[in-house]
């Protein structure tokens, strides 16, 4: 049974570029959520993807957007990158319905930008 | 005042002690509960779900009390394979959920 998977592990950009980060959700599960972690903090919640949909957002800016696949895999795109984006940016995966709402994390993907 | 609040320790204690971590909560919505361990550059894996009539496994004891907005997680006999941080975690929602996370609490177990 696959866990949640990632990829890139690591990635290293300058700023104002932009970036594209992707995740697997577990097998059996339809809802991805992204987080990003910065150094010392709790993860923050950017957006949560169901049925190719947004379905919740967090404070995050514009320039965080995702998409997500008919085969439940997603993506989440950073453009216009800052500093302040470096952190490690994980990806989470539930079955919708399911009370309680449990998810499962991938490994992540560690930005630092330049 | 932060959606989910933890005492950030660190918490230095024996192996063999009792440890308890506190966890207190302010939106009224939140739906879902949960206890995450994190160990350093790695990601949250959840340690146990947490209900109003409590629930334990092995060593660890989670509760919840709904009226105080308040969680708790007791770790008994702690081992030196404890040493982590432990996040608490609030899903508020349901059907389209927003997950708060605790800052955390770091824990560390010493010989």
């Known amino acids: 049974d696959a866990g949640v998977t990632q990829s890139p592990t690591h990635l290293i950009k300058t700023r104002g570029q932009q970036v594209t980060l992707r995740c697997s959700p577990k097998?059996?599960?339809?809802?991805v959520s992204w987080y990003q972690q910065a150094l010392g903090q709790g993860p923050q919640f950017i957006f949560q993807y169901y049925e190719e949909e947004e379905r919740q957002r967090g404070n995050f800016p514009d320039r965080f957007s995702g998409h997500q696949f008919p085969n439940y895999s997603s993506e989440l795109n950073v453009n216009a990158l800052l500093l302040g984006d470096s952190a490690l940016y994980l990806c989470?995966?539930?079955?919708?319905?399911?009370?309680?709402?449990?998810?499962?994390f991938g490994p992540g993907t560690r930005l630092t930008v330049l | 005042r932060k959606e989910v609040e933890q005492d950030p320790g660190p918490f230095n204690v024996p192996e063999g002690a009792t440890v308890a971590f506190n966890c207190t909560y302010s939106?009224?919505?939140?739906?879902?509960f949960f206890w995450y361990r994190q160990d350093c550059r790695k990601e949250p894996k959840l340690l146990m779900s947490?209900?109003?009539s409590g629930n334990e496994d092995g060593r660890f004891t989670a509760q919840l009390n709904r009226a105080s907005q308040y969680i708790s997680l007791l770790i008994r006999d702690s081992k030196l394979s404890d040493s982590a941080t432990y996040l608490c975690v609030v899903n508020i929602g349901t059907g389209g959920f927003k997950t708060i996370f605790g800052a955390g609490t770091r824990l560390f177990v010493k010989a």
């Open positions: 989470a995966s539930s079955l919708s319905g399911r009370v309680p709402d449990t998810q499962y």
């Open positions: 097998s059996g599960h339809d809802t």
């Open positions: 939106n009224s919505a939140s739906q879902s």
């Open positions: 947490v209900y109003s």
